[in-house]
């Protein structure tokens, strides 16, 4: 991947722990990008139709205390994962970088992999989320065809990515804006109501505290596996966390911004998904709550607020759109990168005059709306295996980043380095990466136990072993026989 500027301060052993240092950009991406940006592209990507619409299934699957304890645990590994994504982010504020740190640490081959199971995963999002957006715009205008607000939303973000990146910050920061105040609105109000004040509520009798958290069933009303099964969905729920590390290239003085940017996004990750399925398990009981209507208008309409089905409608919409915005800039950003490495076609790398890399931009959105089809021609079939293989790579992508950064120190330290040195350093090494990759194995493992997510095995394994064949049979071969040749 490229970069627009020499990082400042860099750490000077990291080049000798890993190789050639990260080297300058090709007149490439340009940091415009700030810590607030940053903050608010990881939280646009966490925050989206998950939480909004998903998070009752959660709760009604785990019960109220089980749904809870499973967005602490996912926090938990979020914070591992950051942790981890801190050092390497500030060693190499590269743009999509994700697959370089597992390139200079673990070998090509297995950057090759991360970066495509990474552009995939964004890529059938895109598609997930216009439809989406087109099926939501059905409530206000239901004589318009789902398809023609796919295309509209779509011409939107590729026109936002395209222009320059500190414009899709900006637009990312106030799309990412209007959800967090939406949760923010929940956990204030619907906090107040627990504690006796809902001066708008007409009528009936609303759960006071935490009483609904001791159902008829005990605490864990479904068992201890509903819980675990809920634990492996909020892993996905958290993906997107790691996208700061995408925007790392594009962001001014990257060894302050980031660790900052991480910091921030931890905490508010914490408290507002705690904090909101807190809210919404104490307020709904749980065997009345489901996919069938959001939780945050169920919630708000418990306490009288006006429109609220018509307010969620348009936040949910937000929602789907910032995290395309944030998908197709990242996918774009992984393309460009590959080809900076040149693991991909040098097409990839041609920048516009403000910096952006369009052709990769409009790749990625052909790849947005071939999922996009797919979903609609082909639900069973293709766009199953596309899911199915994103869900894994959130997964996978974690892993990728935790062991890039217990090969990297290890090797930084082999050959000299002082961690105290480092501009960022993960903390309580080697635990943290260790402790981050078992528990993200372990949630794989447990994927194979659930009926309903083992399909995420059944076809993510296989193409990760396609990723590492096309690469040896590209690239490998070339290498093996110049090293006999030598």
């Excluded at 750490?11 to 190789?19: C, D, F, I, L, S």
């Excluded at 139709?49 to 019960?63: D, I």
């Excluded at 609303?206 to 069933?217: K, M, V, Y």
């Amino acid at each position: 991947m490229s970069v627009s500027a020499v990082p400042e301060n860099p750490p000077t052993a990291t080049a000798t722990a890993t190789g050639p240092a990260p080297q300058p950009p090709s007149e490439g991406l340009r940091r415009t990008m700030r810590s607030r940006h940053l903050v608010m592209i990881a939280m646009g990507g966490v925050i989206g139709s998950g939480l909004f619409l998903s998070t009752g299934y959660t709760v009604s699957q785990a019960g109220p205390l089980g749904a809870v304890l499973a967005y602490l645990v996912g926090a938990f590994v979020v914070w591992l994962v950051m942790a981890c994504l801190g050092e390497l982010a500030v060693t190499y504020p590269v743009s999509g970088a994700f697959h370089v740190y597992a390139s200079r640490s673990m070998g090509p081959a297995t950057g090759f992999a991360t970066a495509w199971l990474y552009w995939l995963t964004w890529a059938v999002a895109l598609g997930s989320e216009f439809t989406a957006c087109g099926l939501l715009m059905q409530r206000w205008f239901p004589g318009v065809s789902v398809w023609v607000w796919c295309v509209v939303f779509a011409a939107v973000v590729f026109g936002v990515n395209a222009f320059s990146a500190r414009v899709f910050g900006e637009t990312e920061y106030w799309f990412s804006l209007v959800k967090v105040i939406a949760v923010v609105t929940l956990i204030v109000l619907g906090g107040a109501a627990l504690l006796g004040f809902h001066p708008l509520a007409s009528g009936g009798s609303h759960p006071f505290l935490l009483q609904n958290f001791e159902t008829s069933h005990g605490l864990f009303p479904n068992g201890f596996s509903g819980v675990l099964v809920t634990v492996l969905a909020a892993f996905y729920a958290f993906s997107g966390s790691e996208l700061i590390g995408v925007a790392a290239g594009e962001t001014e003085n990257p060894a302050e911004a980031v660790p900052k940017a991480l910091r921030v996004t931890v905490v508010r990750l914490l408290v507002f998904f705690v904090g909101a399925i807190t809210v919404i398990a104490a307020t709904i009981p749980y065997d009345k709550v489901g996919l069938d209507e959001s939780p945050f208008v169920t919630v708000f309409s418990s306490l009288g607020i006006p429109y609220a089905a018509d307010a969620m409608n348009f936040v949910i919409i937000t929602a789907l759109l910032s995290a395309g915005n944030s998908g197709l800039y990242s996918c774009a950003r992984m393309l460009f990168s590959l080809a900076e490495e040149k693991q991909a076609p040098q097409a990839l790398r041609r920048l516009s005059r403000r910096g952006i890399p369009l052709t990769a931009l409009a790749l990625s959105m052909l790849g947005g709306l071939a999922s996009l089809v797919s979903s609609v021609a082909a639900p069973e079939t293709v766009y199953l295996v596309l899911v199915s293989i994103a869900g894994f790579a959130a997964v996978g992508v974690w892993m990728s980043i935790v062991a890039a950064q217990f090969f990297h120190r290890r090797a930084f330290v082999r050959d000299g380095g002082d961690p105290r040195t480092l501009a960022y350093r993960t903390p309580f090494y080697p635990v943290v990466p260790v402790l981050a990759f078992v528990l993200c194995l372990a949630s794989l493992i447990g994927i194979a136990l659930d009926p309903a997510q083992a399909t995420a095995l059944y076809f993510g394994v296989p193409f990760v072993a396609g990723c590492y064949l096309y690469h040896w049979l590209r690239h490998g071969r070339r290498r093996t026989a110049a090293g006999a040749a030598a």
